[in-house]
């Protein structure tokens, strides 16, 4: 029979803590350039995704104060695509001018209920046919967006009245939901019947995004709560930083090219405000950004220089909230500049072309291949003049 010390030497306690895996955002990471650069001219950012030409990487996220016809359309001119938000203020009313002035007037300690009265109305099936003819008659392709409760009724009447790409978007997107209430959205049977391309978000986890490829999705979105006006992470504790989330995702999209020959698109949606931000997301694996709050800022954007989570309108558990982002220019200077700030949130797309340049990467491809190592002292190392300044 032991004694107690005996049994205490040999006792072992197992704790969660002590197999906690590490996990990177973009501030904890750098790229390290390699043997080769390129002209920036050369560099490559043109890419076909979901049957649909990309000229730039860049994708407007499925929010009210970032995507209307208007937006759509001079993202579609200068090479990008916008995603409308099948659920929000577009559907629901006529002309939701005045609704959005009022939002982005409404002081911050109103705005929940401001917000909760906005989406009360339904959504009405003849405002989406008439959105998706406004978006082609801006320029731009007809992409949409609705979460998986009411994908089912939208998806097909979107496909007949000329959606070109539906996107199936809820907090979290698992393979396989479980519920008792009612019948969970099928992905396999929706991506099968339905006549667009399908795309899917959003998800932090390799397992659950092969799984999607698997059941058909045309491209995966990837990210939990890291949006600026997104309050995910503290409402519900959950959420993965984007840099180890894209990286994931895209190693499960790498497996599932190598099982099938298909390759999936991988976006990363959320977190990025710099264009080295861009960079860094593009080299952990991403295809494709997805911007909220940066376009926003644009001229164009319907937010009046503010912008709110999708799940901010929530009367029962609000997971977003309204921000104030300032209007700072047209959206092609956001973009393309010229930029007249140092910070990076100007020029976006010329600081991504530059970076794969110093790096050598021609396309984006090769900018997922390059190599990223750990670097938390990134922002502050040499910048002490900097910081002093702030």
């Known amino acids: ?43 490559e950012l043109g890419q076909a995704f979901c049957g649909l030409e990309l000229r730039i990487p860049v994708l407007a996220a499925a929010m009210d104060a970032v995507v209307d016809a208007r937006s759509a359309g001079e993202l579609a001119r200068l090479g990008g695509l916008a995603v409308l938000n099948l659920e929000g203020v577009q559907a629901r009313y006529d002309d939701p001018s005045a609704l959005l002035e009022a939002i982005a007037a409404t002081p911050d300690a109103e705005v929940q209920e401001v917000l909760a009265a906005a989406y009360a109305p339904p959504i009405r099936e003849e405002l989406i046919a008439r959105r998706i003819e406004e978006l082609h008659a801006a320029g731009s392709k007809a992409v949409v967006s609705a979460t998986p409760g ?3 009724r939208f998806g097909p009447f979107c496909a007949e009245h000329g959606a070109d790409l539906f996107l199936v978007q809820s907090q979290v997107s698992s393979a396989r939901h479980l519920a008792t209430g009612y019948e969970p959205l099928s992905l396999a049977e929706f991506t099968r019947f339905l006549p667009i391309p399908v795309a899917v978000g959003n998800t932090t986890h390799a397992e659950a995004a092969h799984a999607l490829m698997e059941q058909g999705a045309a491209a995966v979105f990837v990210g939990v709560g890291p949006g600026a006006a997104c309050t995910t992470r503290e409402v519900l504790g959950i959420g993965v930083p984007q840099v180890t989330a894209v990286s994931d995702v895209a190693a499960a999209r790498d497996a599932y090219l190598a099982e099938t020959g298909r390759y999936v698109p991988v976006v990363a949606d959320g977190g990025m405000k710099t ?37 901010a309108p929530s009367p029962v558990l609000p997971r977003g909230t309204r921000i104030r982002v300032g209007t700072v220019g047209p959206m092609e200077q956001i973009l393309f500049g010229p930029s007249h700030v140092t910070d990076g949130t100007q020029n976006l797309v010329g600081a991504l072309r530059q970076s794969m340049a110093a790096l050598g990467a021609r396309t984006i491809r090769e900018m997922q291949a390059v190599e990223i190592v750990y670097a938390p002292a990134i922002v502050t190392e040499g910048k002490s003049w900097q910081l002093r300044s702030k």
């Open 1 to 43: 029979m032991q004694t107690p010390t005996e049994a205490a030497a040999r006792r072992a306690f197992r704790s969660k803590v002590d197999s906690i895996r590490p996990t990177y955002g973009f501030e904890d990471v750098s790229l390290a350039p390699g043997t080769d650069t390129v002209e920036p001219n050369d560099v």
């Open 150 to 152: 009411v994908a089912r």
């Open 275 to 311: 264009g080295g931000d861009i960079a860094k997301a593009i080299a952990a694996g991403a295809d494709a950004v997805m911007l909220g709050s940066p376009l926003a800022r644009a001229t164009e954007a319907p937010g009046r220089g503010t912008n709110w989570g999708m799940a």
